[in-house]
């Protein structure tokens, strides 16, 4: 499995990108357009080599997004814990299946992408809020940004990846560990 963290390619192609970023962020500003832009650019980069992926990050982000926009909607003038409960259960389904699947089948299910567990817990995060009637009011654009933004998505995909290579790389045993 190739990704795009084997190469300094990636490293410089998001430090460029990140510049105006900091900058803009410096001076007070925010550049929603170029984020949204920026995110695109990264998501293709890190799911381009698995298209099955991709798809199942989109379908996972419009899952997520009609649960927490049905949620809201309906929190404006209910506040019953069952459909809160069904709502946060709803919303960790997806991750549920991912993990309990492959324990019942032979092959992995097509649901899962790098990064669900931490998308599916920022998703629950939006629920959790609505109900504590932090959040007062939702726009889907704002959500999905949210739920995407680069750098978050990109740091989870870089310690997965980090993660796995120390899986497969053998271990060194250090016997004579001094307790500090």
Same mark, same amino acid.
């Given at each position: 499995m190739t990704t795009p963290y084997g190469s300094i390619l990636y490293f410089a192609v998001l430090f460029a990108f990140l510049i105006p970023i900091v900058i803009a962020g410096l001076l007070g500003k925010r550049l929603p357009v170029y984020n949204a832009f920026v995110t695109l650019v990264f998501i293709y980069m890190m799911f381009a080599s698995s298209p099955v992926q991709a798809i199942a990050l989109i379908v996972f982000v419009f899952w997520q997004l009609a649960l927490v926009r049905l949620y809201f909607n309906y929190r404006q003038k209910h506040n019953h814990g069952g $459909?809160?409960? %069904?709502?946060?259960?709803?919303? #960790?389904?997806? !991750?549920?299946?991912?993990?309990?699947?492959?324990?019942?089948?032979?092959?992995?299910?097509?649901?899962?992408?790098?990064?669900?567990?931490?998308?599916?817990?920022?998703?629950?995060?939006?629920?959790?809020?609505?109900?504590?009637?932090? $959040?007062?009011? %939702?726009?889907?654009?704002?959500? #999905?940004?949210? !739920?995407l933004f680069f750098p978050t998505l990109s740091s989870v995909q870089s310690i997965a990846s980090v993660a796995l290579k120390k899986i497969q790389t053998p271990r060194l045993i250090l016997t004579n560990m001094q307790p500090y």
């Open positions: $459909i809160f409960v %069904l709502a946060v259960i709803l919303s #960790i389904l997806p !991750l549920f299946i991912v993990k309990v699947q492959p324990l019942l089948a032979e092959h992995t299910t097509m649901l899962g992408f790098l990064g669900i567990s931490y998308l599916t817990f920022k998703a629950t995060q939006m629920i959790m809020e609505t109900r504590d009637g932090l $959040i007062k009011e %939702l726009n889907s654009w704002d959500f #999905i940004n949210f !739920l």
